[in-house]
C-alpha cells in the first residue's frame, strides 16, 4: 500500500490535519527543498573571422593610410570616391552613381552635405595596405564636417578643377589642412572636358599653395582616365598613423548619426590601444560609462569586425544603445574603465556656431506635434542646427532654428519636406545681434522681436553690433568692376585685392553677415555668369546703427515678419513690404492700413478700402444734402465695425508673402 505524506503549509493557527481516510498517514512536517546546480563555465563561442578580416588583421600599422579628398563644391569629390571604391573592388564597377551621397538631397542637388567614410584595402607592389578614405562637403556652410575629418586622417587628395582652376573654398581648405599638418597630394581633376585646361590649374597651385606640379597627378574621376596612379601616391606621400596596440585605449569620436534599433552609433578614429565587443568604456567629457555591443568598419556599409586597432577608423555602438545624442560630443575622448589616469584626453573640435536663424511655423498647427518630432528625427543625426520653441500671434506655435549658413537652412528645409511630408512656412533668415547694455552686460539676440525698439530701447541699451565675417572672392578679372560694385553696395570694406594668376583675381572683404545671407551668393553668381566662388569665415563684432522693421496691419505689429536691418535700408525694404503685403490680404468689410514702421516713425504705407454698399443707388433727382447724409451715415457705420472687427489674414497670405 503507499504510504502519503500530508505537507502543512504555514499559517497563522496551526492545526491538525484531520485524517479522513486511513490510507493517509502524517509525520512531522519537513519543508520542500530543491536543489540547483551550476553548469562548467564555459566561454561563448567566438565567431570565426571572414576574409575580409583576416587580410585586416594581417596587415602591420605602417601599412595603414588615412586620406580625405577635399576641393571647392562640384569639382567631383564624390565621383572620385566612386572610382577609388571600384579600382579597390570594394563595391562593383558600374553600379550606383555617388555611393558615399546617401541623403536623397545630396543625390537630387548633387552636392555633398555630410562627409561619410569608407574603409578599403588596397594590394600595392605584392603588399596589402588599408586605406580609409573620407569624402568631405565642398561648400562653406559645412566646414566643420571638413574639420572632424581632417582629425582622423593623416592626408588628403587637394582636388582642382582643370576647367574651373583654384577657387575659393580650395583655398581655404588648403588653409585648414596646412595648419593642422596634413600632407597635400595635389590632384587635378576633369581633364576630359574641351575646356580643361590643367597647366594653368597647376600654375595655379603652384602660385597660391607652393605645390610643386611634378608631384600632381591629372585624372579625369568620370571616364576613369589615370585614376590608378592615385593611391600608389597616396602610400608614398601620406604618412602612416602612429599609435601602439599594446598601450591603453585612447579614441577620438569624429562624427555620431542615430539608428531607431542601435541607438546612437559613433564613428571613431583609434589612436592608441584596441577595442572589441564586451568592453568598458569611459567618456572624458560626460564621465559616462558604457559596455560595447558592435565594433566594425564602413565597407562602405557597416561591417562587423571582431577588434578595431590603433591606426583604424570605424564605428562602435553601445549595448544597451545610447539614447541621447547629447551623450555623444563630437571631439570628446573615450578609453576604458581604470586606463582614466594613464590616459591624456586629445584635444577635440570648436563647436560651430549657428549663425543664421529662421522661424518654421506648421502650414496648419494640427500638424505641430508631426513638425516637432521631424525636427527632432533630422536633428538627431546634424548635431550643428539649434532648436528653440517660439510662438508667434499671427502664425502660431512654431520653432526658431539656427543653422550654419543659408545652403545648410536650405538643405534642413528639404529633408523635412521631402523625408517627413512636412507642410511648414519658413521665415527669411536672419543673423543675432549683440546689445550693450549701460550697466555694461551684453546680450545676444536671435529673435527680432526681441530687439530693443529704437524709441522705448534709447535709455535701455549702450550700443549695439552686427557679425562682419571676411570674404574671399575668386572670378575672373573681367568682373571685377560688378563684383566691387556689388560688395561696395552690400556696405563691405576691400581688404584685398591679388592677381594670383595673369586673369583670376582674389578679392578680400569685410561684410555685413545679415547682407550675406540676403541672397548675396545669388546676386555674385549672376554678376559674373557663375564664374566666382566665395568663401568666408567670422570676423568680429561692429558697431552699427541697426533698427528693427516693422510690418503694422491696422496699428497691430505682425511679429513674424519683423526684422533687424540697417537703417540706410530700412525705408527701402519697407517699400517691398507694404507693396508686396497689400497683394496677399483680401478685402474686408472696413479699411485696413497696412505701415512699415521704425520705432514711431512711418516709413511707407498702402490702404486696402472696404467693400462699399452703394447707399446711393435709390436716389434719382434728391438734393445734394441728403446725399451727403447717406454717405456720412455709411462712413460712421465703418467706424464702429472697424472699432471691434478684427483683420482676418489667411496662412496662405503669410505663406505667399513670406516666400521668395
Known amino acids: 500500500m503507499r504510504s502519503w505524506r500530508l505537507l502543512i503549509f504555514r499559517s497563522a493557527t496551526p492545526r491538525k490535519p484531520y485524517l479522513a481516510s486511513p490510507t493517509l498517514c ?11 546546480t551550476a553548469s562548467p563555465w564555459r566561454r561563448a563561442a567566438v565567431k570565426p573571422m571572414g576574409d575580409l578580416e583576416k587580410r585586416i588583421s594581417e596587415i602591420p600599422l605602417h601599412r595603414f593610410r588615412n586620406f580625405c579628398i577635399v576641393a571647392h563644391v562640384d569639382h567631383g569629390k564624390s565621383t572620385l570616391s566612386d572610382r577609388l571604391l571600384e579600382l579597390t573592388g570594394t563595391i562593383a564597377p558600374g553600379g550606383n552613381k555617388q555611393i558615399l551621397d546617401r541623403l536623397d538631397v545630396e543625390r537630387e542637388r548633387g552636392i555633398t552635405v555630410k562627409a561619410q567614410t569608407c574603409t578599403m584595402i588596397y594590394n600595392y607592389r605584392g603588399q596589402d595596405y588599408l586605406l580609409h578614405l573620407v569624402d568631405t562637403p565642398g561648400h562653406v556652410d559645412f566646414r566643420a564636417e571638413v574639420s572632424r575629418s581632417y582629425a582622423s586622417c593623416g592626408g588628403a587628395l587637394l582636388l582642382v578643377d582643370a576647367s574651373q582652376g583654384v577657387q575659393a573654398q580650395t583655398v581655404a581648405n588648403f588653409y585648414l589642412a596646412f595648419a593642422q599638418g596634413l600632407e597635400l597630394v595635389p590632384v587635378v581633376n576633369k581633364i576630359d572636358l574641351p575646356s580643361a585646361d590643367a597647366p594653368r590649374a597647376l600654375e595655379q597651385m603652384k602660385d597660391t599653395f607652393e605645390l610643386d606640379p611634378a608631384k600632381a597627378v591629372l585624372v579625369s574621376a568620370k571616364t576613369g582616365i589615370n585614376v590608378e596612379a592615385i593611391l600608389p601616391t597616396v602610400i608614398e606621400q601620406v604618412p602612416s598613423p602612429v599609435g601602439g596596440h599594446d598601450k591603453p585605449l585612447r579614441l577620438l569620436l569624429v562624427d ?23 568592453d568598458h568604456v569611459v567618456s572624458f567629457a560626460t564621465g559616462l560609462r558604457y559596455i560595447i555591443g558592435e565594433v566594425g568598419i564602413m565597407h562602405p556599409d557597416q561591417t562587423p569586425q571582431t577588434v578595431l586597432r590603433a591606426g583604424q577608423v570605424g564605428y562602435i555602438y553601445f549595448n544597451p544603445g545610447m539614447k541621447r545624442s547629447q551623450e555623444a560630443k563630437v571631439g570628446d575622448t573615450y578609453t576604458t574603465v581604470g586606463s582614466e589616469r594613464q590616459v591624456e584626453p586629445l584635444p577635440g573640435f570648436e563647436e560651430p556656431k549657428a549663425m543664421v536663424f529662421v522661424a518654421a511655423f506648421p502650414v496648419d498647427q494640427s500638424d505641430f506635434a508631426h513638425l516637432e518630432d521631424s525636427i527632432n528625427q533630422i536633428s538627431l543625426n546634424d548635431r550643428s542646427v539649434t532648436m528653440q520653441k517660439e510662438s508667434s500671434e499671427a502664425l502660431g506655435a512654431g520653432w526658431r532654428l539656427g543653422f550654419l549658413g543659408t545652403l545648410h537652412c536650405s538643405v534642413f528645409e528639404d529633408r523635412l519636406r521631402q523625408e517627413h511630408g512636412a507642410s511648414i512656412i519658413i521665415t527669411p533668415p536672419t543673423v543675432p545681434f549683440k546689445v550693450i547694455k549701460n550697466d555694461g552686460k551684453e546680450e545676444i539676440i536671435s529673435n527680432p522681436a526681441n530687439f530693443p525698439d529704437q524709441v522705448l530701447g534709447r535709455t535701455s541699451y549702450a550700443e549695439l553690433q552686427e557679425p562682419y565675417v571676411s570674404a574671399t572672392i575668386t572670378l575672373p578679372e573681367e568682373y571685377l568692376g560688378k563684383v566691387i560694385e556689388l560688395c561696395e553696395s552690400n556696405r563691405g570694406e576691400q581688404k584685398e585685392l591679388r592677381f594670383f594668376t595673369a586673369t583670376q583675381v582674389i578679392l578680400r572683404y569685410d561684410l555685413p553677415l545679415a547682407h550675406l545671407v540676403d541672397d548675396f551668393f545669388g546676386k555674385l553668381k549672376s554678376s559674373t555668369k557663375g564664374y566666382a566662388s566665395l568663401d568666408y569665415e567670422e570676423a568680429e563684432w561692429r558697431k552699427s546703427n541697426i533698427v528693427k522693421l516693422q510690418l503694422l496691419v491696422n496699428k497691430e505689429p505682425v511679429d513674424a515678419v519683423a526684422r533687424v536691418v540697417h537703417y540706410s535700408q530700412a525705408e527701402r525694404l519697407g517699400r517691398q513690404w507694404v507693396t508686396k503685403f497689400r497683394e496677399h490680404v483680401d478685402r474686408q468689410m472696413y479699411e485696413v492700413v497696412i505701415q512699415a514702421v521704425v520705432g514711431k516713425r512711418v516709413l511707407a504705407r498702402e490702404t486696402i478700402k472696404p467693400f462699399r454698399k452703394d447707399v446711393l443707388s435709390k436716389l434719382h433727382a434728391s438734393d445734394i444734402s441728403r446725399r451727403r447724409k447717406l454717405l456720412e451715415k455709411q462712413k460712421e457705420g465703418r467706424k464702429k465695425l472697424k472699432a471691434v472687427g478684427n483683420v482676418s489674414i489667411d496662412q496662405k497670405a503669410f505663406q505667399a508673402f513670406l516666400a521668395k
Open 256 to 278: 555620431s548619426w542615430y539608428s531607431n534599433y542601435k541607438g546612437v552609433i559613433l564613428l571613431v578614429r583609434i589612436f592608441d590601444g584596441q577595442i572589441k565587443a564586451g
Open 26 to 36: 502524517w509525520g512531522p512536517v519537513q519543508p520542500w527543498t530543491r536543489s540547483f
